[in-house]
């Protein structure tokens, strides 16, 4: 096997963008028939989500490198809803796409082993290539994630500065001149500076939200060896542009997340009038297809 | 239905003590013959967790209020060891025991809905009466998880000082005189305080370790409407007078959680001598009334 973020760097320039699909399954948006199912029926909405998310996957796996299940939408549903992720997991990379498991998980010394254990590597429990993980626990929570992800080949996304307006109550406080998220993002970065792949990007990366464009070029600047994931581009109200300071010159060093602007695509008016409910699938592609030019036109991805 | 900590603290009242047992199921620390089966077969294991787990239950059921389940132990199993957990909730809960599900989620907005949904109350899927939450997205990532929590009368224990040694990295930083734990101190008060029961404490409840009882006793004075659920008691190194400071005068305000030293008290040489791995459920309920009389003895629940 390859290190994770050199697998992604290479996926990315085969696919020539940094586009993730986020898979957040919800009931009420799911396109008809998918959506007639009793809501009560937790099996059978789990059984659709699989569905739709093995739907998803069928439509963007000729163009993006990397999807992102949620997991609290499957963790909603109960027992049903988990073997449904673990589905969609699987048949995502079959189809090979890279999956990084958006759980935010993290606890204390062998539990936080015990988590790392489970999300982390393909022969895991879930198969998860990488995991979103919360830095609030501290150093030697962050630690055991990346020693099992160095083992298997795997990576990790430590929430740095969300997209969300209330991440400002910790993350925004200013410490000897300096915010909290700044002070995460140095830790993050010495992480990631000692596991270093071919790429130059190392095993943990760093969640920088696109609503939040000047922390991302000064976080960009911080953290050199650091894979950002980037959420908040679309729906949350993230730009292309706003994008642009998350990549290096060659267009890498980040991916860009979108989730119900891509897999609800059927019913915004553009694509609703174009493909019909009928079509979901081809309105998840175009929506694709839209985003991936748009952040070549704004940013450096242009030259991948 | 009655507002979760009133709940809480009439089982305290009832049984008359605060000790909560944490449900951390290991493998490789499991008494023979339940820990006889394959590493491998995941469900296989679960099985044998789901066993060992209701095992302690019926050890404890009569001696305690409450018990913990640490997802992480679960989730390392896959969708079986999900099945276990929801067993195990169940069973608790037959047995008149309180359930916190110790999963320590977040997100944000809708998401956080979805996983205040899933684990909160005896109708979601996971059924649990309260739930450990992190707080580094900020205020708008906490209160979806209190309002859910008010509809359902379930509660939520926020991370404020963690018992691990790392948690210093971001919780002890200084920002105005005052250690960032205490800021997150002071934001969960005020959800505490604006949802505060018949007991005088809120929803919204505290994680603060048992390992640093100067913090304890300044996030008491600081928290009076905070329910406090006070990690690293025994095996971490707190003893019972390291968590005197955590309750008021009547010997409420904080449950202390035991996971090692009660569940696999069969290992333990004093134990072990007295009952042998046979009667490992003989081991864990004298472990159990141990740790009651140390803080009954130590503490002001005594006065119970």
């Given at each position: 096997?390859?290190?994770?973020?050199?697998?992604?760097?290479?996926?990315?320039?085969?696919?020539?963008?940094?586009?993730?699909?986020?898979?957040?399954?919800?009931?009420?948006?799911?396109?008809?028939?998918?959506?007639?199912?009793?809501?009560?029926?937790?099996?059978?909405?789990?059984?659709?989500?699989?569905?739709?998310?093995?739907?998803?996957?069928?439509?963007?796996?000729?163009?993006?490198?990397?999807?992102?299940?949620?997991?609290?939408?499957?963790?909603?549903?109960?027992?049903?809803?988990?073997?449904?992720?673990?589905?969609?997991?699987?048949?995502?990379?079959?189809?090979?796409?890279?999956?990084?498991i958006?759980a935010?998980?993290?606890?204390?010394?062998?539990?936080?082993?015990?988590y790392a254990?489970a999300f982390l590597?393909?022969?895991s429990?879930w198969?998860g290539?990488?995991l979103?993980?919360?830095?609030?626990?501290?150093?030697?929570?962050?630690?055991?994630?990346?020693?099992?992800?160095?083992?298997?080949?795997?990576?990790?996304?430590?929430?740095?500065?969300?997209?969300?307006?209330?991440?400002?109550?910790?993350?925004?406080?200013?410490?000897?001149?300096?915010?909290?998220?700044?002070?995460?993002?140095?830790?993050?970065?010495?992480?990631?500076?000692?596991?270093?792949?071919?790429?130059?990007?190392?095993?943990?990366?760093?969640?920088?939200?696109?609503?939040?464009?000047?922390?991302?070029?000064?976080?960009?600047?911080?953290?050199?060896?650091?894979?950002?994931?980037?959420?908040?581009?679309?729906?949350?109200?993230?730009?292309?542009?706003?994008?642009?300071?998350?990549?290096?010159?060659?267009?890498?060093?980040?991916?860009?997340?979108?989730?119900?602007?891509?897999?609800?695509?059927?019913?915004?008016?553009?694509?609703?009038?174009?493909?019909?409910?009928?079509?979901?699938?081809?309105?998840?592609?175009?929506?694709?297809?839209?985003?991936?030019?748009?952040?070549?036109?704004?940013?450096?991805?242009?030259?991948?």
């Amino acid at each position: 096997m390859t290190a994770f973020m050199d697998r992604l760097v290479a996926r990315i320039r085969a696919v020539r963008n940094p586009v993730m699909v986020g898979l957040d399954p919800r009931l009420d948006s799911l396109p008809d028939p998918l959506g007639n199912v009793n809501p009560a029926d937790r099996a059978a909405v789990a059984d659709r989500y699989a569905q739709f998310c093995c739907g998803v996957i069928d439509a963007v796996a000729n163009l993006v490198a990397i999807v992102k299940p949620q997991a609290a939408f499957f963790e909603q549903l109960g027992p049903p809803g988990m073997s449904a992720l673990q589905r969609t997991v699987a048949y995502a990379q079959d189809r090979n796409l890279l999956v990084v498991i958006d759980a935010k998980r993290n606890d204390i010394g062998t539990t936080a082993q015990a988590y790392a254990d489970a999300f982390l590597g393909r022969a895991s429990a879930w198969g998860g290539d990488a995991l979103t993980v919360s830095p609030y626990l501290g150093d030697d929570s962050l630690e055991p994630f990346v020693q099992v992800a160095a083992k298997r080949d795997a990576g990790i996304f430590v929430l740095v500065k969300t997209s969300n307006p209330g991440g400002k109550l910790l993350q925004d406080i200013v410490v000897d001149g300096q915010p909290l998220y700044a002070r995460v993002g140095t830790f993050v970065e010495g992480l990631a500076k000692a596991s270093r792949g071919d790429c130059g990007y190392g095993i943990a990366g760093a969640v920088v939200g696109a609503t939040y464009p000047h922390e991302l070029k000064e976080l960009r600047a911080l953290m050199p060896s650091t894979f950002f994931l980037v959420p908040g581009f679309g729906a949350q109200g993230g730009t292309a542009k706003d994008c642009a300071a998350a990549f290096d010159e060659h267009g890498l060093g980040a991916v860009i997340n979108n989730s119900r602007g891509i897999i609800f695509a059927h019913s915004q008016p553009a694509y609703a009038q174009k493909f019909g409910a009928a079509r979901w699938q081809d309105a998840v592609a175009a929506a694709t297809r839209d985003m991936i030019d748009k952040l070549r036109a704004e940013t450096t991805v242009g030259r991948l």
